[in-house]
C-alpha cells in the first residue's frame, strides 16, 4: 500500500518536472550551417549522382536492364526473321501470279533462224 | 497569420535572402525544441533542425497560406524527427542481423540517458525518467503530447498540425497520459524491486 502511494507520487512527480519547461536553444551561427549545407547541397549535385549510379544495388540492376533489353531485341529478331522468310515467300508468288514485267520486244532474244 | 508574417513568407517565396534569416532567426528554437523533445539526442536534432530549414528554403513556393506558416513548420519539423527515429531504428535492425552473420562487430545503440536543456535542475532527474518512457508510447500520442507539456500548444493548434479534429487530440492526450503512467509505474516498480534485491 505505502509501496503505491509512494510509486504515485513519483508519477505525479515525474509529470510535474516538465512544468514550466522552457525551451532549448541550438547552438550559434545555425543561419551559417545551413547556408553551407544549402551550397554544399547545389554543389554535390554530380558528386552525388555519381554515389548513386556506383551503388552495387543501382549497379546491378542496370546491367540487368541491359541483360534484359539485349535479351528481348534477340527474341524480337528471331521472330521477325521468321516472318521475314514467310513474308518474302508470299510476296515472290505473287510477283509471279500477279506479274508486271511485260515482254517488250528487246526483252526477246533474237531468234536466229 | 498576421500581416507581419504573410509579407515574410511573400519575401521568402522571392527568394529574398535577408527573409530567410528573419525566418531562420524567428522559428529555429521551435524547430530545435520539438526536434530535441522527439529524437532526444542534441547532435541529432541539431543536424534534423539544419535540414528542416534547408527544407524550408527548397519547398516554401509550395506553402499556400490557408494555413498558419509555424503549422507547416510544425509538420516539417515531426515528420523529419519521425523519420530520423525509423532510419535510426533500421540501422539498428540492420546492425543486429549483421552481427548474427558474425560480418561485424554489433554497434551498439545504447539509450544515452536524456536531459532536456530547459528543465529546471531540481527535476532533471524525474523529466529524465518521463523523457525515457514517452518514447515507449505511440507515435501520434507522444507527438500530441510533446506538442501540448514541451511546446505548449493547445489542443486547436495541435489538431491543425496533426491534420486532426479537436476531439481527436484530446483522446489523444488523454490515452497517452494513461499510456506513460502504466509505463512508468512498471519502471519504478522494477526499480524497487531491484533496489531491494540489492539490499539483501
Known sequence: MINDENINRQIEDAFNSIGGIKRATPKPYLLTRINAR??????????????????????????????????????????SGNNTVEHTVNVTADEDEYSTTFVTIDNIENPEP | ???????????????????????????????????????????DAEDITQEVFVQVHQSVSLFKSDSKFST????????????????????????????????????QYHPIEFN??????????KAGE??????????NQRI???????????????????NTSFYAVESLLARAKTNLKKKLKNYY???????????K
Not at chain 2, 497569420?1 to 529574398?16: C, F, K, S, T, Y
Not at chain 2, 523519420?83 to 558474425?102: C, I, P, T
Open chain 2, 1 to 43: 497569420m498576421n500581416q507581419l508574417e504573410v509579407e515574410l513568407i511573400r519575401r521568402l517565396q522571392q527568394g529574398e535572402q535577408e527573409a530567410f534569416k528573419n525566418v531562420v532567426d524567428l522559428y529555429q528554437d521551435m524547430v530545435y525544441n520539438t526536434v530535441l523533445s522527439i529524437v532526444q539526442n542534441d547532435e
Open chain 1, 38 to 79: 544549402l551550397s554544399n547541397r547545389v554543389k554535390n549535385f554530380w558528386d552525388n549522382a555519381a554515389i548513386f549510379m556506383s551503388r552495387p544495388a543501382v549497379v546491378i540492376l542496370g546491367l540487368c536492364l541491359i541483360l534484359a533489353i539485349n535479351l528481348a531485341v534477340i527474341l524480337q529478331n528471331k521472330s
Open chain 2, 72 to 107: 507547416w513548420l510544425y509538420r516539417i519539423t515531426i515528420t523529419k524527427a519521425l523519420d530520423h527515429e525509423k532510419r535510426k531504428k533500421r540501422k539498428k535492425r540492420f546492425a543486429f542481423v549483421q552481427s548474427l552473420f558474425g560480418e561485424k562487430e554489433e554497434t
Open chain 2, 189 to 199: 516498480l522494477q526499480q524497487s524491486a531491484k533496489k531491494n534485491s540489492d539490499d
Open chain 2, 116 to 125: 532536456h536543456p530547459g528543465v529546471q535542475l531540481e527535476n532533471k532527474e
Open chain 2, 144 to 162: 500530441a503530447f510533446t506538442l501540448n507539456k514541451i511546446e505548449g500548444l493547445n489542443n486547436q493548434e495541435i489538431a491543425a498540425i496533426m
Open chain 2, 130 to 139: 518521463l523523457f525515457k518512457v514517452l518514447q515507449q508510447i505511440p507515435n
